[in-house]
């Protein structure tokens, strides 16, 4: 095998097991969320925007993945937690954790939460260690009542103690 053919093949093996360790970052929060009330807002679905079009290769390839949450008990309300592999505004991956509260739920989109990371204005620091923040945009206001984002970078995630003390603690309290 050619040195190119070995680094494509070891490229797509470590994306697999990237993929993998990200899918069970999902299914242990999944668990911990369900406990507290909280049931996924989107079944299994991770990602969007993924294309089979020849023309769009860039988009072979996911560019984030997501989880969404409801509650039964707060109607108009959604948590979430997305991973941001790549954007022209991080070196690394990011870790997004959002509550947000909308006028009607209806509105909501899977993507909300990184829209506003990317494009809102950080309006009010609520905890810069976490870099925590409420966000305003001028697209978005008429369907969201309130917003509470805070992030970190993806590598910072490397056990089970961390998914729950630092992913859904944090989660719990937005």
Not at 53 to 73: A, G, V
Not at 88 to 94: D, G, R, S, T, Y
Request: aromatic content about 10%; overall charge negative.
């Amino acid at each position: 095998m050619s040195k190119k053919g070995k680094n494509i093949t070891e490229a797509f093996q470590f994306m697999h097991t990237f993929y993998s360790e990200v899918a069970q970052l999902f299914i242990k929060l999944d668990d911990l969320m369900e406990k507290e009330g909280w049931i996924s807002a989107r079944g299994n679905t991770t990602t969007t925007d993924v294309s089979k079009d020849l023309l769009k290769p860039k988009k072979w390839l996911p560019e984030e993945s997501f989880r969404l949450y409801e509650n039964k008990d707060i109607p108009n309300m959604r948590k979430g937690i997305i991973v941001s592999y790549v954007h022209e505004n991080i070196e690394e991956p990011l870790l997004i954790i959002g509550a947000i509260t909308y006028n009607n739920i209806g509105e909501a989109e899977d993507l909300d939460i990184l829209k506003i990371w990317f494009w809102g204005k950080k309006q009010k620091i609520l905890n810069q260690a976490y870099s925590e923040f409420e966000y305003e945009n001028e697209e978005l206001p008429s369907k969201i009542k309130k917003n509470v984002l805070c992030a970190m970078d993806l590598v910072d995630i490397t056990s089970e103690v961390d998914i729950n003390n630092k992913v859904f603690k944090k989660m719990m309290e937005l």
